[in-house]
């Protein structure tokens, strides 16, 4: 639960910017170039974060990098809240996006490490609970701050540093994952955190760890070798198809696309926080399912989801046939069967099919992937809405979930109840 706050203040930063976009644009007199650049600044810091993130997990060990990771968040919050200049809240902006990058690295790989293989999807999946409980407040919280004065935006962004100031204080009261102490030679401190875990198996636990950990000694220490290929793959495919559904787009935009429809102001702030609800109410239930089901179930049904409600987004745009509340209705749809899949699964997916001795790079390259998409689609959506209109940009995404479902059906692996010891022996080539 500690940890998976990282994942709240993961959400909280990616959607607070929504409620805030439109004032810095104005505050600062930017050119569309210059207010995409402001808004996809966070995601690019995040692709740094993500891409370097597995070194420190290596190097100082998951909970020492969380400790940066939380004071990151505290800086970033601080200081974009309070500055007068767009260079320093650009910059601020980045530092946090470093910390949601290097969180979305290191703490699923700290959960998966010490979670037992029947749970271990309920127990990642806390973290991505934790994201949409971040969105959900930051929608929340941005309208209920809004219309409070003149620097309301100030206090949307800010109110971000309590949270990252309880995460900070909490992580010195969590051990440091066993795998990884396991990994450096240091055996008993490893057994000690097992046992925390599950005092009867704590042992057998240690020994299939020690052995795998030898076996992967033989192996390449770099991911690109041919024996994690798979993997790679596996983990490259997954994150950029959760971005090319659009979710960041409609996370970042939600206000603007609903405004698009004829919605006023309020409304679309509010109708944004219904989308956050919804978010929140669909990956609690997934959570419930993830471990009956299995990963593989709820992609399936997922994807056939995000395509009927994307298509029938852009028939709407096409037609002009907006219907007063059709649009936010549709994408809260898209919402629910998002968070019942690709919100869900992807973090638990990613962090289960790589080796010990490779987790941490792996988990980077996924989260990396993940991120670089991201910031691509923060970044050119604006542009694609007002040259190519809300319809050919929603028929494209509808276009991806397509692919998407085909990914799925013929090339996923199952990875539910098993423990990543056998994962290892069942994706790696050795």
């Known amino acids: 639960m500690v940890v998976a706050l990282g994942g709240f203040l993961f959400g909280f930063d990616t959607a607070v910017i929504s409620g805030a976009e439109k004032a810095i644009q104005q505050l600062w007199h930017l050119s569309a170039v210059e207010h995409g650049f402001t808004i996809a600044i966070a995601l690019i810091g995040t692709v740094f974060g993500a891409i370097f993130g597995g070194i420190p997990s290596d190097k100082l060990g998951r909970r020492k990098t969380l400790v940066f990771i939380a004071i990151l968040y505290l800086v970033s919050a601080l200081g974009a809240a309070l500055t007068s200049s767009w260079g320093l809240f650009v910059v601020f902006r980045f530092l946090g996006g470093l910390g949601v990058g290097a969180s979305s690295v290191t703490a699923p790989l700290y959960i998966s490490e010490v979670s037992p293989p029947a749970v271990r999807g309920r127990m990642v999946g806390m973290f991505q609970f934790n994201i949409v409980f971040g969105i959900l407040a930051a929608y929340l919280s941005n309208y209920l701050l809004a219309g409070t004065g003149e620097h309301d935006w100030r206090w949307m962004l800010g109110i971000q540093a309590v949270p990252a100031l309880a995460f900070f204080l909490l992580l010195f009261r969590i051990p440091e994952s066993p795998r990884w102490l396991l990994g450096q030679g240091r055996t008993e401190e490893g057994r000690q955190v097992l046992r925390l875990i599950n005092a009867d198996t704590a042992d057998e636990d240690v020994r299939n760890i020690l052995t795998t950990n030898a076996a992967d000694e033989a ?13 790679v793959l596996l983990a490259m495919l997954f994150a950029v198809f959760n971005q090319v559904s659009g979710i960041n787009a409609i996370i970042y935009y939600a206000p603007r696309i609903f405004e698009m429809t004829g919605l006023g102001k309020g409304s679309a702030l509010l109708s944004s926080a219904g989308l956050g609800l919804v978010n929140f109410a669909f990956t609690l239930l997934a959570m419930n399912f993830i471990d009956r089901f299995g990963r593989r179930k709820l992609m399936l049904i997922g994807s056939v989801g995000l395509i009927a409600t994307l298509a029938l987004v ?99 692996p199952e990875t539910k109840g098993t423990t990543l010891e056998q994962l290892e022996k069942t994706l790696v080539v050795h």
């Open 219 to 231: 192996e390449s220490s770099s991911l690109f070798a041919r024996a994690y290929r798979g993997p």
């Open 314 to 412: 852009a028939r709407a745009f096409y037609t002009e046939q907006f219907g007063g509340m059709l649009v936010p209705v549709l994408l809260f749809v898209y919402i629910a069967f998002f968070a019942f899949s690709q919100g869900a699964v992807i973090w638990v997916f990613i962090s289960e099919i790589f080796p010990n001795n490779v987790r941490a790079k792996g988990q980077a390259l996924g989260s990396s992937t993940h991120w670089v998409m991201a910031a691509v689609i923060a970044f050119t959506f604006p542009w694609f809405a007002e040259h190519l209109g809300g319809g050919h940009t929603f028929a494209f995404f509808a276009a991806m979930m397509v692919l998407q479902l085909v990914f799925v059906w013929r090339f996923m």
